[in-house]
């Protein structure tokens, strides 16, 4: 299992691209832009114009790309995966995306004689360039015993949750934690710089305690740089939020931090900032605080 199609490279993908070639693999790339890519294509990417070329001939074709409807677009079109890949291949999408839709991409690749697997990754940036991200992986266990070693050129734990649309289900738990996480962290922050404290000082007075997390490790640093340059855009966490929204609806359950934390990106992204990191969620709180 050495012929790799990639179809998403951004900012996550680029960096699991690098970490595949690294490994060994020889992979083929498709992204809606050539020249954002043209770094990966001259360490040895392979760049093609289209997805049906991307997938020609690969025994597996992962994807990572933005939205639901991307996700609609790579594997349902005509001249998209499940209608271009070769017969037996695994195709793994790595978006966060609907389970629901997960289940769909897996029930139409096994009747086009296809194994499918969804996978989605958290980590960030930093995890995507260091090869540490998690991967959550749902679908048949004998199809993610055979990928295991090609996931794990690009992450360090790599578990396995169950049936189709697990691997999804698992990454809606990841993001309504993180939801909480990274307000809790804006309102300390807030909270320190209110009553006079040196917000610095009390990041690291607290970062090794009870209060630690790799929230406060990632995101406190970059708000007292005032760096606000995305690891995961806005727009892609709000995208998250709402369909772990919809998943939770759907189950009976509300989930009053998520709601609120919701709320609080989507005024950002209504100011045009969803295409900052989300650890520019500080402004919300330094504007309404």
Request: net charge negative; hydrophobic share 45%.
């Given at each position: 299992m050495k012929k790799i199609g990639f179809i998403g490279v951004g900012i996550m993908g680029k960096s699991m691209v690098r970490n595949l070639m690294k490994a060994g693999f020889e992979v083929t790339i498709y992204t809606r832009t050539k020249e954002k890519v043209l770094d990966v294509i001259n360490e040895g990417a392979i760049w093609t114009d289209s997805i049906s070329q991307c997938v020609k001939d690969r025994e597996?074709?992962?994807t990572i790309v933005g939205y639901p409807k991307d996700v609609e677009e790579v594997y349902f079109s005509e001249s998209g995966i499940l209608e271009n890949a070769e017969e037996g291949a695994y195709v793994i999408d790595m978006t966060t995306t609907k389970p629901s839709l997960a289940i769909k991409i897996y029930e139409e690749a096994k009747r086009k004689g296809l194994k499918a697997l969804d996978a989605p990754v958290?980590?960030?940036d930093t995890g995507a360039k260091a090869g540490t991200l998690t991967i959550l992986v749902g679908g048949e266990e004998k199809?993610?015993?055979?990928?295991?070693?090609?996931?794990?050129?690009?992450?360090?734990?790599?578990?396995?949750?169950?049936?189709?649309?697990?691997?999804?289900?698992?990454?809606?738990?990841?993001?309504?934690?993180?939801?909480?996480?990274?307000?809790?962290?804006?309102?300390?922050?807030?909270?320190?710089?209110?009553?006079?404290?040196?917000?610095?000082?009390?990041?690291?007075?607290?970062?090794?305690?009870?209060?630690?997390?790799?929230?406060?490790?990632?995101?406190?640093?970059?708000?007292?740089?005032?760096?606000?340059?995305?690891?995961?855009?806005?727009k892609h966490f709000i995208k998250d939020m709402k369909?772990?929204?919809?998943?939770?609806?759907?189950?009976?359950?509300?989930?009053?931090?998520?709601?609120?934390?919701?709320?609080?990106?989507?005024?950002?992204?209504?100011?045009?900032?969803?295409?900052?990191?989300?650890?520019?969620?500080?402004?919300?709180?330094?504007?309404?605080?």
């Open positions: 597996v074709v992962l958290t980590g960030g199809d993610f015993m055979a990928c295991k070693p090609l996931l794990e050129a690009m992450g360090e734990n790599i578990q396995y949750m169950g049936q189709a649309g697990n691997g999804q289900h698992t990454k809606m738990a990841n993001q309504i934690a993180i939801a909480g996480a990274i307000s809790g962290v804006c309102e300390a922050m807030t909270y320190a710089d209110r009553i006079g404290l040196e917000v610095d000082r009390t990041i690291e007075a607290i970062r090794t305690g009870a209060a630690g997390s790799k929230q406060l490790d990632s995101a406190a640093p970059r708000i007292l740089r005032k760096d606000m340059t995305p690891g995961f855009f806005i369909i772990a929204k919809e998943e939770a609806e759907t189950a009976g359950l509300e989930l009053g931090v998520l709601d609120y934390v919701l709320s609080m990106y989507e005024t950002l992204a209504a100011e045009a900032k969803g295409d900052l990191g989300t650890q520019a969620l500080i402004q919300y709180y330094q504007k309404n605080f």
